[in-house]
């Protein structure tokens, strides 16, 4: 079985040393290199083409965005998996548009950086669950707050829906309940407000899903 070779690169060199046990823990790897600056690093990965470099996202002065770009740029068969303290998904989300294959945190166990590695070796891209799990509720979150909800809505605001689900127009509205047009216009703007939505189509298609 072929060995996934990488290079290891951050500027800690007792977090190298420590990754570097690990990954020669498992027969699929072979470290063939570690450094603390993208300069060597760029100068290992054209002489012996890793196919995976691990990059400190937090190095300095270059950091692990840019020398992803470097990397990407001038040795495009080298794939990076980005490590960093940070389990932010604006992170995550910024080290893939850079480049990178890959995102694991420091919190990330030993067997999920093994399976980050084997993941990015077949082609695939891969982000850690930590950083999944904090999308997910962030996710729900916002659907929690965005939801429509028919409790918000007054009951003038209902007979308003009933009428433009009819098909009428807003001066067909007035007319039929006695408002001034602009009142009903008013009505329409809280109406889409209060349910989070943008036009009067995603409100007749809003209508239609409640069965209102």
């Known amino acids: 079985m072929e060995k996934v070779s990488i290079l290891l690169v951050e500027d800690h060199k007792l977090i190298r040393e420590t990754w570097a ?4 823990s498992n027969p699929r790897f072979q470290v063939i290199g570690e450094t603390d600056n993208i300069d060597q ?18 190095m300095s002065p270059v950091n692990g965005f840019e020398a992803t770009q ?34 694991v945190t420091k919190n990330s166990s030993k067997e999920e950086l093994f399976e980050a590695l084997l993941e990015v070796q077949k082609g695939n891209k891969y982000i850690c669950r930590e950083v999944k799990n904090i999308l997910s509720q962030q996710k729900l979150e916002m659907t929690e707050e965005s939801a429509p909800d028919l409790n918000n809505l007054s009951r003038r605001e209902f007979e308003v829906i009933q009428l433009i689900k009819s098909g009428l127009s807003s001066k067909e509205i007035a007319q039929q309940l006695d408002l001034s047009l602009k009142t009903v216009e008013v009505h329409r703007y809280n109406i889409l ?12 298609n809003f209508i239609n899903s409640q069965g209102l």
């Open 21 to 24: 046990l690990l990954l020669q």
């Open 70 to 103: 470097l990397i990407r740029k001038y040795i495009p068969g080298t794939k990076v998996i980005g490590v960093s303290m940070h389990s932010m998904p604006a992170f995550a989300q910024r080290m893939i548009r850079s480049g990178a294959s890959g995102y």
């Open 41 to 58: 690093a760029l100068q290992i990965c054209r002489e012996k083409h890793p196919a995976i470099v691990l990059m400190d996202v937090n």
């Open 193 to 204: 407000k209060k349910l989070h939505l943008k036009n009067t189509a995603a409100l007749v």
